[in-house]
Nanobody, 117 residues
Framework: QVQLVESGGGLVQPGGSLRLSCAVS????????MGWYRQAPGKQRELVAT???????NYADSVKGRFTISRDNAKNMVYLQMNSLKPEDTADYYC???????????WGQGTQVTVSS
């Protein structure tokens, strides 16, 4: 069982920055990949960024160059640094872990990000 707890969301003006954090309840050793997803009102959940156990990262085209995913294995933490935020980044952001053999999915409860002036 893996528990994920997100934090760091809030209201920010366009062009601003936020850093989301995801606390992972277990060692990162058996986690194959960590990801951040988001879901805007009336839209499907979409993948924002992924970081694999070896450190490789992937990003959605819409956030490339603005968002950075990182992990601190010693602290069992995953982060999403979001810069140059746009109103279209407004969504609930969810942390995801793919754990163990079969990469079972675990989800956090989400944190809300609102980009508005």
């Amino acid at each position: 069982q893996v528990q994920l707890v997100e934090s760091g969301g809030g209201l920010v003006q366009p062009g601003g920055s936020l850093r989301l954090s995801c606390a992972v309840s277990t060692s990162m050793f058996n986690i194959n990949a960590m990801g951040w997803y988001r879901q805007a009102p009336g839209k499907q959940r979409e993948l924002v960024a992924t970081i694999y156990s070896g450190g490789r990262t992937n990003y959605a085209d819409s956030v490339k160059g603005r968002f950075t995913i990182s992990r601190d294995n010693a602290k069992n933490m995953v982060y999403l640094q979001m810069n140059s935020l746009k109103p279209e980044d407004t969504a609930d952001y969810y942390c995801n872990a793919k754990y163990g053999v079969g990469s079972r999915d675990y989800w956090g409860q989400g944190t809300q990000v609102t980009v508005s002036s």
